[in-house]
């Protein structure tokens, strides 16, 4: 199959380029990943949280079989995000089921799946509400610059990495692109694919300003005219300035620069860190224009995203990291700075 019109290769690296080669996903255990959820079930209410661990399954098969057991509608089931069938996840799901017993749960299990919790809660699960994903991650046949690598990891335990969308959020090959621009164009699309549509091509956006800022060294570095993240929050907040207060926060990791989720209308960085998103924008106008008509106002997501209990071990199949990010952040993004986009492309 041919490959979309969209280049898809990797941007710059922040940290030297990579200092090593691995097999990535041999078997599931080499990639396990456990969602976060940040808040505790109540224990009542009418759905059903499940706490289902899964092997070489995706979400949404998971979702209509929880639904066919249960005998509830599919828009019935509630899930924080959307978890790769390639590895071990461990993921959160909803059931809605109003003055209803619950079903033998375990009759759902299988040599894939097995439900390790079930608990009420009175609201459903919804997509974006978890804090974030743990991670633990066996590069195997690991070959390379041990040294590097270690100095490579302590760079980004302690100043985090460019936070890149995966090659996943955009499809095989970037198909979703070209169906974003055939939507654009006046095709008609099913509205759930429509918005996985939209979302890439402000996810590709994204991660072209993204790119930039990591070749002029300043992705995790405050501009003037930045837009801001608090770090753990979706609060942003806009500063022309960018002083000395704000750039050691930045440093700090309390706060992080931004780059825009492109939209009809939202917060745009001006000044020196404008120039570098507009530029972007502007040698993308069938992409840009296309959102500003079809997709919801601009939104923001930091440039960098610095991995909580960053751990790593060498071990004789292969060198095993340990961490957690936020929401949102991709496994992918860090990985690569280690081993390549060839590599690290399919987690």
């Not at 461990?90 to 003055?99: A, E, I, K, T, Y």
């Not at 299990?109 to 608990?119: I, K, M, N, R, Y």
């Not at 923001?300 to 071990?313: D, F, K």
């Not at 936020?326 to 399919?346: F, H, I, K, M, Q």
């Amino acid at each position: 199959m041919e490959s979309s019109g969209f280049d898809l290769i990797c941007g710059p690296y922040a940290h030297g380029g990579p200092s090593g080669s691995a097999d990535i996903k041999t078997i599931p255990d080499d990639f396990i990943v456990e969602e976060i959820l940040g808040f505790e079930p109540e224990g009542n209410g009418e759905h059903v949280f499940l706490f289902i661990e899964k092997i070489g399954e995706n979400t949404e098969y998971i979702a209509r079989l929880l639904a066919r057991h249960a005998g509830v509608r599919q828009r019935d089931i509630g899930y924080a995000g959307l978890k790769d069938r390639h590895g071990r996840t461990r993921q959160w799901f909803s059931v809605w089921l109003p003055g209803k017993d619950d079903p033998d749960w375990s009759a759902v299990e299988s040599e894939t799946l097995t439900v390790l919790q079930a608990v009420r809660h009175p609201r459903k699960l919804k997509r974006g509400v978890l804090v974030g994903n743990r991670f633990e991650i066996l590069l195997r046949n690991w070959q390379g610059d041990r040294t590097q690598t270690e100095s490579q990891l302590r760079q980004i335990q302690a100043h985090g990495f460019p936070n890149y969308f995966g090659p996943q959020r955009f499809g095989h090959q970037g198909r979703n692109l070209e169906k974003a621009l055939a939507l654009f164009g006046g095709a008609k699309i099913k509205r759930e694919q429509a918005s996985i549509y939209l979302s890439a091509a402000r996810s590709y956006l994204f991660n072209l300003i993204l790119a930039e800022r990591v070749r002029q060294g300043c992705w995790n570095r405050a501009l003037a005219g930045d837009v801001f993240k608090l770090a753990a929050s979706n609060s942003v907040f806009a500063d022309e300035a960018a002083d000395a207060g704000l750039s050691a926060r930045v440093v700090a990791g309390e706060i992080h620069p931004t780059a825009v989720l492109y939209g009809k209308s939202g917060l745009f960085a001006v000044a020196d860190a404008g120039e570098i998103e507009q530029s972007v924008l502007n040698n993308n106008p069938l992409l840009v224009e296309g959102l500003r008509d079809h997709a919801d106002a601009a939104d923001r997501r930091a440039l960098r995203a610095i991995p909580g209990e960053l751990r790593w071990n060498w071990e004789s199949q292969g060198l095993r990291l340990v961490f957690s990010l936020p929401a949102g952040s991709y496994a992918t993004a860090l990985v690569r700075e280690l081993v390549g986009c060839d590599n690290a492309g399919d987690l």
